[in-house]
């Protein structure tokens, strides 16, 4: 089995045209056409009410443990310190 080969029947390009594309593209020269334009934001919003950043410095140390705890929960960062944040307002009957 050659997995070149076979990715080349998947996907309908060669090595080669990968290489030339990326060379253009390299160079800034981009091949094809746009198939859509974008007139807003990428996504939809995630809350239904306005939003306002809310922002602390906390010790590097701190902060890689939070990244590691909000992995081990499938989270990211922001939503890992949202949820303990709700938990919170929630258990003093604020939220």
Known sequence: MDASKDLEAMF????????????DAS???LQGH????????GRPPLFDGPMQQVAFKEQRAMVQAMDER????????????????KNDLQCAGMA
């Open 12 to 23: 309908g390009i060669t090595s080669e045209r990968i290489a030339e594309i990326d060379e």
């Open 27 to 29: 160079k800034g020269v």
């Open 34 to 41: 746009a198939v859509k334009i974008v007139t807003g934001p």
């Open 70 to 85: 909000a992995a081990q929960l499938g989270m990211g960062r922001s939503d890992y310190l949202r949820q303990l944040v």
